[in-house]
């Protein structure tokens, strides 16, 4: 068969690898890619992810049999709704369901509603009462912007001073855009967190293995939030105590609670969650693999992912039995330095062949490209994710650090203490 993969980042890479493995699938096209993703896919650059015609032609063109929407903006954007009124099969939630990670609002009174464990929060359109309300919280406290806002809508606030800052920022300044026209003021908790990510057939939910992200640019969890800087897989503070409460506490709710919506969930639901002294609860929902969780989850599934996604769309996952291998894997993003604010791109990236042949090392691409010259660079904040597997966590996390000198860009920059956690399991 032949599948198109929107999106164009290093969760794509990992996507795309993980269907040039499947028996099932022909050829691989992707918008708009990038120069890793090039290496098993056709892709087209020209396009974007929210360029919902083009996309609709392109995949006519190439008469796919399915389309595979990654990132949250298109999702939340309804381009599966708009691929599905053409008459493909595309894989992801439709409009109604990607509300689910669109509006923070939306996915808290959902969790109220059916007694899914989160923290506790107000909802507010009125800047003027978000500040009233704030005089008499508790302090830390948390402020979301509603809408989607890149991962970054997120402010901790310490004191009353900065909370009465943040909500300026979010709800006056309009700092995340119309991201921020409402807002979730929510009670600040504390724990370590976790990712489980999950395939969903609208009513059967299958977890995969869980992983940990790093989202601040700095070592320490110091500086500003990214898009994530690095990942492990499994977590080892996810206990099979701690699975048993989320499968039925959180995931099968979640689940049931979107369909007695009338918003059936088909697609991945990304679970963020925060293991607090009272037990798991959600920090966030996504409708979509993460980045960079995708790295280290996919490449541990040992199930063909054209099998799952089929199952996903047919409503048929209580007849998969989902299976990862009993290791463990470590990515650590390479990003340019001065991300997640101003970077500079366009400088040539060298030693790429060093991961051919390579078994359990991968070079996943998240912003590179082609120079016209036959040259890859760098065309991104994230630029590349390197991942390693191995028997256990300190092996995969000693050979991911291995490999991150194999590659060499200007200005490259990485945390050094992805996966130092595991030292405290
Ligand atoms: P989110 O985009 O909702 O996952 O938030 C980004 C990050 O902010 C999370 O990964 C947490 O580290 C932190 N965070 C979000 N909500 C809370 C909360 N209620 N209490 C403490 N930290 C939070
Ligand atoms: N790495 C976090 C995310 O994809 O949202």
Redesign the pocket.
């Known amino acids: 068969m032949r599948v198109l993969i929107v999106g164009g980042g290093g969760r794509e890479h990992a996507i795309a690898t993980a269907m040039k493995k499947s028996r099932r699938v022909d050829r691989i096209y992707c918008v708009p890619g990038n120069a890793g993703i090039a290496q098993i896919a056709e892709c087209e650059p020209s396009i974007g992810v929210m360029e919902f015609d083009k996309i609709v032609a392109y995949a006519k063109e190439k008469a796919v049999d399915l389309v595979f929407v990654a990132p949250d903006d298109p999702l939340v954007g309804g381009l599966v709704d708009e691929l599905k009124a053409a008459g493909f099969r595309a894989f992801g939630p439709d409009k109604k369901a990607a509300v689910l990670e669109g509006s ?1 609002a939306f996915s808290k009174e959902l969790m109220k509603k059916y007694n899914i464990p989160t ?1 506790a ?1 107000e909802v507010f359109d009125d800047p003027d009462r978000a500040l009233e309300y704030l005089e008499t919280a508790k302090m ?1 406290i ?1 402020l ?1 912007a509603d809408g989607l806002a890149l ?1 970054k ?2 402010l ?1 606030c310490n004191t009353l001073e900065e909370a009465k800052a943040g909500v300026k920022e979010i709800m006056l300044d309009k700092h995340f855009g119309s991201a921020g026209n409402r807002m979730v003021i ?5 724990g370590r ?1 976790v990712s489980v990510l999950s395939f969903v057939d609208g009513k059967t939910i299958l977890p995969m293995t869980s992983a940990q ?1 790093h ?1 601040r640019a700095l070592d320490g969890d110091r500086g500003l ?1 990214t898009g994530g800087m690095g990942t492990f897989s499994p977590s080892p503070f996810y206990t099979d105590e701690i699975d048993a409460f989320c499968r039925e506490k959180i995931y099968q709710p979640t689940v049931d609670a979107m369909a007695a919506e009338g918003r059936e969930f088909k697609g991945v639901i990304f679970f ?1 969650l ?1 293991l607090t002294q009272d037990g798991p609860k959600v ?2 929902y996504n409708a979509r693999f993460g980045d960079p969780e995708a790295q280290v989850v996919l490449c541990r599934m040992e199930n063909d992912i054209m099998d799952v996604i089929d199952a996903c769309i047919d409503g048929t996952l209580d007849k998969i039995d989902l299976r990862f291998e009993d290791n463990a894997a470590v990515c650590v993003v390479l990003a340019s330095s001065g991300y997640p604010e101003s970077y500079r791109k366009g400088f040539e990236i060298t030693g790429l062949e060093n991961f051919d042949g390579k078994e359990d090392y991968y070079c996943f691409h998240a912003g590179s490209k082609f120079d016209g010259n036959g040259r890859i660079v760098t065309n991104g904040g994230r630029v590349l994710g390197i991942t390693a597997k191995g028997a256990d966590l300190r092996e995969a996390r000693a050979k991911a650090y291995e490999a991150v000198n194999w590659v060499s860009f200007e200005n490259k920059y990485m945390r050094g203490d992805i996966g130092k956690a595991i030292d405290e399991a």
């Open positions: 923070k923290a929060y830390p948390v979301k991962g809508g997120v901790i929510e009670e600040y908790m504390t967190e992200d989202k939030n963020g925060m920090l966030e």
